[in-house]
Nanobody, 118 residues
Framework: QVQLVESGGGLVQPGGALTLSCGLS????????MGWYRQAPRKQRELVAT???????DYGDSVRDRFTIYRDDATKSVSLQMSDLKPEDTAVYYC????????????WGQGTQVTVSS
């Protein structure tokens, strides 16, 4: 059974930086597109970033040029480096893994809270 465990959330001031990490177990890391979604209170869940098994990346418009996603196949992990954080980035961030063989096969982490506030 695939499991995803996130870490790195917390409280940060506007303009600050934070890195989230997510480790995958129970599956073949190279067979997944990895990524992050987020959900703010009273808002729909939205794409933050994804990175494919060939390291192709995609970003949500609101985070492009501020966030960078990385994957490390050796450690079976994906990281999200966030900079120039804004209060509107406050949300629960979820790590996801989507099978490259079946786009309907998704796995979700438990979520980690990121709060941007002074």
């Amino acid at each position: 059974q695939v499991q995803l465990v996130e870490s790195g959330g917390g409280l940060v001031q506007p303009g600050g930086a934070l890195t989230l990490s997510c480790g995958l177990s129970g599956g073949i890391f190279g067979s997944f597109v990895m990524g992050w979604y987020r959900q703010a209170p009273r808002k729909q869940r939205e794409l933050v970033a994804t990175i494919g098994h060939i390291y192709n990346t995609d970003y949500g418009d609101s985070v492009r040029d501020r966030f960078t996603i990385y994957r490390d196949d050796a450690t079976k992990s994906v990281s999200l480096q966030m900079s120039d954080l804004k209060p509107e980035d406050t949300a629960v961030y979820y790590c996801i893994a989507r099978s490259i063989f079946d786009s309907t096969e998704y796995y979700w982490g438990q979520g980690t809270q990121v709060t941007v506030s002074s």
